[in-house]
């Protein structure tokens, strides 16, 4: 297992995961000035030790892949969705690890225990708090999209607030594509599928939030290029700081 330094400055490297974590808080205490106190710190890196060996799906991107197919995750795909995120999705980024895609939700919080966050997303899930679509290559999960209502998110809570009740808006608020499928069209399949059904969920708008800066990383592009969705008759509503609301009829 490894665990490397938010500042990327330091990586620690071996079996015993509690000394690789007191590795990693002394040296970010030596090395750098921030804010976190020794338990929050402790628990990021435990979180990314923990997902360095958890997610050990392949890291190397196809050179071509078969035909996308896009499914609502319903019940019978919650083990299809805990298999994507918790080993194919991030292999190549623990830090990402214990994500879970729950922030979208709850907002910026303090740093939580992973099997947590995952139970929790799970619980949406199933009681339907929480919508998206899985995408399948060859049978197995390649990607995933959150594309709940906006009213169920805290991490735009600026978004227009004059402007339609957020409970007849599909937020579009991740994409997360596993490393061999990325740059292959598998999150515009996923965005395609959102904005066909918009109308059948009982929504009146779709939404975006690309960002201002597109650095072209893989990592970047979590929330969706804005060409892909101007490419959809997504058209921008207001600019924020770091992100453009679009949105589209649903």
Not at 48 to 62: M, N, Y
Not at 118 to 131: F, K
Not at 162 to 177: E, L, M, R, V
Not at 232 to 245: K, M
Request: hydrophobic content about 35%.
């Amino acid at each position: 297992m490894w665990i490397e330094c938010f500042q990327s400055d330091e990586r620690f490297e071996g079996t015993d995961a509690d000394a690789l974590v007191d590795e990693f808080v002394a040296h970010v205490r030596a090395a750098h000035d921030v804010p976190y106190p020794d338990d929050e710190l402790a628990l990021w890196a435990r979180n990314f030790a923990d997902a360095s060996v958890r997610e050990d799906g392949p890291t190397e991107r196809l050179p071509s892949i078969g035909p996308i197919e896009v499914r609502p995750v319903t019940e019978e795909r919650i083990d299809d969705w805990l298999r994507f995120f918790d080993r194919d999705a991030f292999p190549d980024n623990p830090d990402w690890g214990s994500c879970y895609c729950l922030h979208p939700h709850t907002g910026d919080v303090a740093e939580r225990p992973w099997r947590d966050v995952r139970a929790d997303m799970v619980e949406r899930l199933r009681s339907g708090a929480t919508l998206g679509y899985l995408a399948y290559v060859d049978g197995r999960p390649a990607g995933w999209v959150n594309a709940s209502l906006r009213s169920t998110y805290r991490k735009y809570p600026d978004a227009e607030p004059d402007g339609p009740s957020p409970d007849t808006i599909i937020g579009i608020s991740c994409f997360t594509i596993a490393p061999p499928y990325r740059r292959h069209g598998v999150s515009s399949a996923l965005l395609d599928r959102v904005v066909a059904d918009g109308a059948a969920r009982g929504a009146r708008w779709i939404e975006g939030y690309p960002h201002l800066e597109d650095d072209g990383s893989d990592s970047a592009a979590f929330v969706g290029p804005r060409s892909m969705f101007d490419a959809r008759g997504f058209v921008p509503i207001e600019e924020h700081e770091r992100y453009t609301v679009v949105r589209r009829p649903a």
